[in-house]
């Protein structure tokens, strides 16, 4: 038997709440995105570790309204599933329209259909497809108003509710019941759930029956997959998964799972990410998941083909980043970018990064802790600048104006300007480095100081989203672009267990 070993996280960066379908012999996967544009980042895979984001699901503003979305509002956990040749994806815009699907059948061609909602309560809906007939479930309430996966028929051509929702588990007790996902495996329904809230005591859970319906008896030795029992373990907050078998037969758990900066610093920044361990099923048909029910960074299985080796997408530049890798902030004004072979102009919105419009600004998910990223500006209105953004409170920008270069740390109420340094030529080289604890940024060569990681994250920050490295122009006032050229972000892997 050869052993092959992966490396976990699968995708590297904040891609949380991942859901996977198989077609044939690949897998395709979609994360959330709050109150980014475009939404739903859809990835594929032939070999289960190897991931290449193709599209978006959610590209127009039709499907994605997001003015005034605050920060972690928008679009939360979606679910994917293939029926009858058509794919389905089933999402939740919590800032407007609740619960809502949308489908393709061409998911490399054809952009997917306009959303249609479904007057279900909750979040995280997820599809389950049996005999003609649609089920749709999502957290919600049971007849006494306490938490429950719910689950209701529904018409799949218009979202209309066929049967009242009934709940159908309420769990193992645990705070935060939510991302219910059915299968039928050995004519036996599985519902997988996560519970105890996507932080530190997060865990996946589920419970059987032999009639859909139920009723449902959980697993006793629940939960099947946490890493909540592992302090100073770098890999935490493991929870809200999705089942997949492969064309073998195996099957394996997607989840998402976070890294903490330092054995002991429990902070994360990168936000929270996609791993993949594998699941076995027993002669008493139940299932065990991971290393002893835990989810590990280095993964050794006879499951994955010897040959097939792990690559990551180490290097980005202007010439290498596909179209649907950018991230905008809310629904963007496509006027302010203009996009050259190895240039990108940026104009000026209205709005800034302090607030929760949709400044100018185009970013790429911080994918390891330790990179090096430069670009050349041209700065011709205005402040143009590289922002490390968490969120609208929380990002240290190093920014050039054609007669300084400033490093400003805005880490919620407390704004500074740590450095201005004059730089009276029109174009300058700003660097940024950093490592798991601390980010470094430079003016050339010359560095303007440190600021640590742990004030990005979501410990300090709140909310869902890890950080997204920017390019921004604001405060123009005469409709110029500022040029950003010769961009390079370059990772390295590193594990903070060493
Ligand atoms: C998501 C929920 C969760 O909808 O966080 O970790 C919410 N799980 O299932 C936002 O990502």
Known sequence: MSYKSFKNPVIRGFYPDPSVCRVENKYYLVASSFQYFPGVPLFESEDLINWKQIGNV?????????????????????????????????????????????????????????????????????????????????????????????????????GKLLSEPRALWSGTGGRYLESPHLYKINNCYYLMAAEGGTEYGHMVTYARSENLWGPYEPYAENPVLTNRNLGGYPIQGIGHADLVDDINGNRWIFHLGFRQIHRW???HHLGREVFLMPVDFHDDGWFTAGENGTTTEEVS???????????????????????????????????????????????SSADTLDSIGSPSFIGLHQKEFVMELSVRITANDGEAGVTIYMDENHHYDLSFNGAAVKLKLNIGDIKQEKVSTPAN????????????????????????????????????????????????????????????????????????LT
């Open 301 to 347: 299985t006879d499951k994955i083909p010897g040959e097939i080796i792990q690559h990551f997408k180490n290097i980005f530049t202007f010439q290498n980043i596909e179209s649907y890798e950018w991230r905008f902030l809310r629904n963007p004004d496509a006027e302010n970018y203009i996009f050259g072979e190895n240039s990108l102009k940026i104009k």
């Open 58 to 158: 959610l590209t127009r503003k039709s499907q994605l309204p997001l003015d005034g979305v605050e920060s972690s509002c928008g679009i939360f956990a979606p679910t994917i599933r293939h029926n009858n040749g058509r794919f389905y994806m089933t999402t939740t815009n919590v800032t407007g329209g609740g619960n809502f699907y949308v489908c393709t059948d061409d998911i490399y061609g054809a952009e997917w259909s306009e959303p249609i909602y479904v007057e279900q309560e909750g979040i995280d809906p997820s599809f389950y497809f049996e005999n003609g007939k649609t089920y749709f479930m999502s957290n919600g309430h049971d007849k006494d108003g306490k938490s429950a996966i719910i689950q209701s028929e529904i018409d799949i051509e218009t």
């Open 425 to 496: 030529e029109k174009e300058t080289l700003l660097k940024i480095k950093s490592d798991a604890i601390n980010y470094e940024f430079f003016c050339g060569d010359t560095s303007l100081g440190k600021a640590q990681t742990r004030y990005l994250s979501s410990e300090v920050a709140g909310g869902f989203t890890g950080v997204v490295i920017g390019l921004y122009s604001q405060y123009g006032e005469q409709e110029k672009f500022n040029e950003f050229r010769d961009f390079k972000l370059e990772y390295k892997q590193y594990n903070p």
């Open 265 to 267: 610093l429990t902070f």
